[in-house]
Structure formats: structure tokens, C-alpha cells
């Protein structure tokens, strides 16, 4: 197995992150690659829903902003039971080649809860091609957490996100495909084709 290789996925908010693993997901499937992981959705001001990658299943991740119980976050009342599925359904999406995670966030990464599992399941190497999204100001705190030593951080901007799933799509092909036991050096001018 080759060395497993590590995507930060990095812009601001509401600049196309979870719709490009959407469609590097789909692109991903067309090449027969095996892809699992979840990607969550933004549905109303203060409500996130999840998309499970390998059962298709979508479902619900927060409770009424307003309302009591759950996990409060700035923006967000996140449902503990609806966590607990989706972390279920993440641990069993190794082994994989290919796997993206849309986000790894506060939750994980400042307060130990959520998700945050997932460092110790990228830490067993049963992956090929990680892609995780992460907010700019918490890049520092998941390189420092991550137990990969091999990644890669590519901004997400207006300007790239069209052609990005293309660049992203061919760097898990030379990861899984072409040369497995090579590093991927990601310059999405030179990928876009």
C-alpha cells in the first residue's frame, strides 16, 4: 500500500468548499476509485445536514438554534446522537482509497469532540487520498493534530473552485493509480488543465 497522501481543502466561508467535494465525490466514482467519507451541507441559517459518501444516507447534524441540549457552537446547536451516527458511519469507511471529510472544524479540533476520532483512524494508513476540508484559521491546529507527516494545503477561492475537483480528481489518480509510492505536488495552475 503506498503511502497514504493528505489534501487541506482551505477558504472562506460559503466559497464552494462542500459543493467541490460533491463533485470531486462524483468524479471520483466515475474512475471506479473507491470513495468514502462524509460531506455535510449548510440547509438553513443555523441547521447542517451530512451526507454519508459510501450509503448515500443524508440526515440531519444539528438541533434548533434556539433550543436547549446538544453541543452549542457560534453558529450551530449540533445534534450528539446525529455526531455519533456519522462518526459510526466515518470509522466505517476505511479502508478506502479515496476519502473526504467536509469539516473538520472547532468541534474536533479546538474542543476534542465531534469527528475527532478521525485523526486516529487517518493514524492506521488505511488510505490512499485524503481530502479534508479545514477553515483558515484552523490549518495550524489540524497540521499540528493530523498523524500524517505527508499533506498538501490548496485554497479554495472563487476563481479556482470550477476547475479544482479536475486538479484534485488527477492527484488521486497518480496517488492510487499511476505512482503509488510517490508524494503528490499539488499546483492547481499547472493541473487545471
Known amino acids: 500500500m503506498p503511502e497514504p497522501q493528505t489534501i487541506l ?18 468524479l471520483v466514482r466515475e474512475t471506479g476509485l ?43 446547536r449540533m445534534d450528539p446522537t446525529a455526531m455519533a451516527r456519522s462518526m459510526r458511519a466515518l470509522e466505517s469507511s476505511f479502508p478506502t482509497q479515496v476519502l473526504i471529510l467536509d469539516e473538520l472544524g472547532p468541534l474536533e479540533l479546538l474542543r476534542g469532540k465531534g469527528w475527532v476520532n478521525v485523526l486516529r483512524l487517518l493514524g492506521g494508513g488505511k488510505y490512499w487520498m485524503a481530502f479534508i476540508v479545514v477553515r483558515p484559521a484552523l490549518i495550524i491546529n489540524a497540521v499540528m493534530q493530523l498523524p500524517t507527516t505527508t499533506y498538501t494545503v490548496v485554497r479554495v477561492t472563487l476563481e479556482n473552485r470550477d476547475f479544482l475537483p479536475d486538479a484534485l480528481l488527477k492527484a488521486a489518480e497518480r496517488v492510487c493509480l499511476e505512482e503509488p509510492h510517490s508524494h503528490v505536488s499539488f499546483d492547481p495552475e499547472t493541473w487545471a488543465g
Open 9 to 26: 481543502l482551505t477558504g472562506e466561508r460559503q466559497v464552494g468548499k462542500s459543493t467541490l467535494c460533491l463533485r470531486l465525490m462524483q
Open 34 to 76: 473507491d470513495v468514502s467519507g462524509l460531506i455535510t451541507r449548510r440547509t438553513g441559517p443555523h441547521d447542517l445536514a451530512v451526507l454519508e459518501i459510501a450509503t448515500g444516507k443524508f440526515y440531519s447534524l444539528t438541533l434548533p438554534f434556539e433550543g436547549s441540549g446538544g453541543i452549542k457552537l457560534p453558529h450551530f
